[in-house]
């Protein structure tokens, strides 16, 4: 009986993963944004959903799952069937808040990464009046006076957080950090004077540059980008440090080879199209559209990296 009964539950378990992809290729697709709608990775979604359905190949919901700094979407994506039905739209906070908080989730272990999709850019800014021309002028005037300057960003566990405690860390520049519940109030902040700097998701702050409103000292980009090509990056400035907010494509763990290689084509399919690529250069969003093994090590590379921050800046979740 106990053989009969296991090959009656794999027989099951066949079926229902059988269903699933069915049903997937019958045109249902769920993309999960662990983030409040209307935000810059939700929008990501949306847009990507939008190129998507218009293949024909399947219909795309986007489903926005926020909460515990991304954990409760990210999680509700690991325990959904690896079927391929279920996406998660990932970023840095999927491997940022695992380390800084205590949880039995890992998301090498318990996601199947499929592909890195895009990269957008990190900026260090002041206000527009500021005495500070260049990065190298915020330096210096941070170790004239050893707490005295503040660097503010939405946090916790945001990207922004560790470009501020990175940039102090590998500048030497002892300033008093400042977190905001959001990008917004970080940057009113400096508009209004009440911090020194901002680091910040250049999306969110290219419009106050361009108004002449905060002055861009530098990138933390590794090359400058095409958008601010005035803009010095922090290595150019002496501040030898890159961090790039990066968006992807991720399954449950276990997901069969056919079901990542499907999800893999529908996603690079539409990081093909140049309506696409143009909606994205719109957001700041640079096509990146790497895929397979080099994405599961550029994860385990981007733990260890955030580990590293996270203990010498005493970074921590509550």
Same mark, same amino acid.
């Given at each position: 009986?106990?053989?009969?009964?296991?090959?009656?539950?794999?027989?099951?378990?066949?079926?229902?993963?059988?269903?699933?992809?069915?049903?997937?290729?019958?045109?249902?697709?769920?993309?999960?944004?662990?983030?409040?709608?209307?935000?810059?990775?939700?929008?990501?979604?949306?847009?990507?959903?939008?190129?998507?359905?218009?293949?024909?190949?399947?219909?795309?919901?986007?489903?926005?799952?926020?909460?515990?700094?991304?954990?409760?979407?990210?999680?509700?994506?690991?325990?959904?069937?690896?079927?391929?039905?279920?996406?998660?739209?990932?970023?840095?906070?999927?491997?940022?808040?695992?380390? *800084?908080?205590?949880? +039995?989730?890992?998301?090498?272990?318990? $996601? /199947?990464?499929?592909? %890195?999709?895009?990269? #957008?850019? @990190?900026?260090?800014?002041?206000?527009?009046?500021?005495?500070?021309?260049?990065?190298?002028? *915020?330096?210096?005037? +941070?170790?004239?006076?050893?707490?005295? $300057? /503040?660097?503010?960003? %939405?946090?916790?566990? #945001?990207? @922004?957080?560790?470009?501020?405690?990175?940039?102090?860390?590998?500048?030497?520049?002892?300033?008093?950090?400042?977190?905001?519940?959001?990008?917004?109030?970080?940057?009113?902040?400096?508009?209004?004077?009440?911090?020194?700097?901002?680091?910040?998701?250049?999306?969110?702050?290219?419009?106050?540059?361009?108004?002449?409103?905060?002055?861009?000292?530098?990138?933390?980009?590794?090359?400058?980008?095409?958008?601010?090509?005035?803009?010095?990056?922090?290595?150019?400035?002496?501040?030898?440090?890159?961090?790039?907010?990066?968006?992807?494509?991720?399954?449950?763990?276990?997901?069969?080879?056919?079901?990542?290689?499907?999800?893999?084509?529908?996603?690079?399919?539409?990081?093909?199209?140049?309506?696409?690529?143009?909606?994205?250069?719109?957001?700041?969003?640079?096509?990146?559209?790497?895929?397979?093994?080099?994405?599961?090590?550029?994860?385990?590379?981007?733990?260890?990296?955030?580990?590293?921050?996270?203990?010498?800046?005493?970074?921590?979740?509550?």
């Amino acid at each position: 009986m106990g053989r009969v009964r296991r090959i009656f539950q794999a027989a099951t378990a066949l079926l229902a993963l059988a269903f699933a992809q069915a049903a997937l290729a019958q045109g249902r697709l769920t993309i999960v944004v662990p983030f409040a709608a209307g935000g810059g990775i939700d929008i990501f979604a949306r847009l990507l959903a939008d190129e998507i359905g218009r293949s024909g190949e399947t219909s795309v919901i986007v489903e926005d799952r926020p909460g515990a700094s991304s954990m409760i979407g990210t999680e509700y994506v690991a325990r959904a069937a690896p079927d391929g039905a279920t996406v998660l739209i990932s970023s840095n906070s999927t491997l940022i808040t695992p380390v *800084l908080r205590k949880s +039995a989730f890992d998301p090498t272990r318990d $996601l /199947t990464p499929v592909c %890195n999709l895009a990269e #957008s850019p @990190q900026v260090i800014v002041v206000k527009a009046d500021a005495p500070y021309k260049s990065l190298a002028d *915020l330096v210096a005037a +941070a170790r004239r006076a050893p707490g005295a $300057l /503040t660097i503010g960003s %939405n946090g916790p566990a #945001s990207t @922004q957080q560790l470009v501020a405690e990175m940039f102090k860390r590998v500048a030497g520049a002892d300033m008093t950090y400042v977190p905001y519940p959001g990008g917004a109030p970080a940057v009113n902040a400096v508009i209004g004077g009440h911090i020194t700097a901002v680091a910040a998701n250049y999306s969110e702050v290219h419009a106050q540059i361009d108004a002449g409103q905060i002055r861009a000292l530098a990138t933390t980009a590794n090359q400058r980008i095409p958008a601010a090509s005035g803009t010095p990056t922090a290595r150019e400035e002496g501040v030898d440090f890159d961090i790039t907010s990066w968006h992807g494509v991720a399954l449950p763990a276990k997901a069969p080879p056919d079901v990542v290689a499907r999800v893999e084509k529908l996603f690079m399919g539409a990081l093909k199209s140049p309506d696409l690529r143009a909606k994205l250069a719109l957001h700041q969003y640079t096509p990146t559209g790497v895929c397979g093994a080099p994405v599961a090590d550029f994860m385990r590379r981007q733990m260890e990296s955030i580990a590293t921050i996270a203990r010498e800046a005493n970074i921590k979740l509550e």
